[in-house]
């Protein structure tokens, strides 16, 4: 029986997934085969040497320890596009508040309740509010991946210009993307030409700040900018700082710090981009999905820390978790092979530092075995799943 533990509430439909004859789910449960997870912090926690692998319902992983987990032989998945249309539809509703004024609009019309003759001082007011309309305006935006891809997509729709940037496009995304979107090499480009901004990528040490005061001063006057992927990525002084200089007309952001709470031209949203049934539901089916594959077959799609690889075994499956080195494989199969075990198939796979090796082979897979392969200088985990 294998032991799923929910760090955060996991949608039901997700967790009803798991066959409950091999699987047991719970809130609380000691040395877990395997955990789900939303936003709950995870980098103080120690691993049970057990723990297979780590399924974030949603695609950032800033609460996990990746690194962490890729060393104790933990496959760490996320889950990619499962929430992109949740985040598309804000983005969109986004750009009409960074138009329109119309959280100011609703708070001032709400202040009227008890005074006289409401109707007519909201006609005498509404001028106040006024704001540009998107049609026909140039939208920046930055990454064209699931999120961003859809986003662009939909702007186009509703008549805009687009210019995308992506330094990492795959030509699937690419073929997915309206043939008037321009996708331009330099992020530069993005800054100069757009009259809104969305940005749509993943927060690294490196995408820190990808948007701060050199970058706004390249930007036309005026620009509005929306942040719904990571607090990170846009310098909020910086943001601030242009709005109060008139640079910066309008700041949405789905990320709430000391800075932006409060300021004028500021609307702060309590991170309700996921937060739909719809994409909480597809989230934990895909992190469900990923775990059962990953136990019962060890394929791995959707790894944040380790290489994705897959493999249909017609015998026994000897899956293992290995520094990226020379030698490691070779000494891999020798040992199989120095064993009398014939090795039908195998799928090397590898990711930075870490490689994932799976070994389909006949016979019977002596008990010794795991013990020769774990101990190989470079090998992290060995698991011998059998038919």
């Known amino acids: 029986m294998y032991k799923i533990q929910t760090l955060n509430k996991i949608s039901a439909i997700g967790t009803d997934i798991f066959d409950k004859s091999k699987y047991a789910i719970a809130d609380e449960c000691a040395a877990p085969d395997a955990i789900m997870v939303r936003s709950a912090k995870m980098h103080d926690m120690q691993f049970a040497d057990n723990l297979l692998a780590i399924a974030r319902a949603g695609a950032g992983v800033n609460n996990i320890p990746v690194d962490r987990c890729a060393q104790e032989g933990i496959c760490v998945f996320n889950t990619p596009g499962a929430n992109s249309n949740a985040v598309k539809e804000l983005a969109i509703c986004a750009l009409l508040l960074a138009s329109r004024k119309i959280t100011e609009a609703a708070a001032w019309a709400a202040s009227l309740k008890g005074t006289e003759d409401a109707p007519k001082t909201v ?16 939208l920046g935006v930055i990454g064209l991946g699931a999120i961003g891809g859809k986003i662009a997509n939909a702007a186009v729709a509703l008549g805009m210009k687009v210019v995308g940037y992506d330094p990492y496009l795959s030509v699937n995304a690419a073929l ?5 979107i321009k996708v331009v090499s330099d992020i530069n480009d993005i800054y100069k030409m757009s009259d809104y901004i969305t940005i749509h990528m993943p927060y690294t040490p490196q995408t820190k700040n990808t948007i701060d005061a050199e970058q706004i001063a390249m930007m036309k006057d005026g620009v509005r900018l929306i942040n719904l992927a990571r607090g990170e990525l846009i310098n909020s002084q910086a943001v601030v700082d242009a709005i109060a200089a008139g640079k910066v007309a309008k700041y949405v952001t789905d990320f709430a710090d000391d800075i932006v709470l409060g300021q004028e031209n500021i609307i702060v949203l ?14 934990a089916v895909m992190a469900a999905e990923e775990l059962i594959e990953y136990i019962e ?9 380790l290489p994705n690889a897959s493999m249909t075994a017609v015998g026994t499956k ?13 000494s891999i199969t020798t040992a199989v092979g120095n064993q009398g075990i014939n090795i039908e198939n195998m799928v090397n796979a590898s990711k930075k530092d870490f490689a994932y090796t799976m070994l389909d082979v006949t016979g019977d897979v002596p008990a010794e075995v795991e013990g020769k392969i774990n101990a190989i200088d470079g090998v992290i985990r060995v698991r011998v799943i059998k038919k």
């Open 297 to 305: 077959n060890g394929n791995i799609k959707n790894s944040v820390n």
């Open 123 to 138: 006609e005498g007011g509404k001028s106040k509010f006024g704001g540009p309309e998107i049609y026909g305006k140039t």
């Open 176 to 180: 997915n993307l309206e043939p008037s």
């Open 270 to 283: 309590p991170h309700l981009g996921a937060s739909t049934p719809e994409s909480e539901d597809n989230c």
């Open 318 to 330: 000897i899956c293992i978790i290995h520094k990226n080195v020379p030698t490691t494989l070779a």
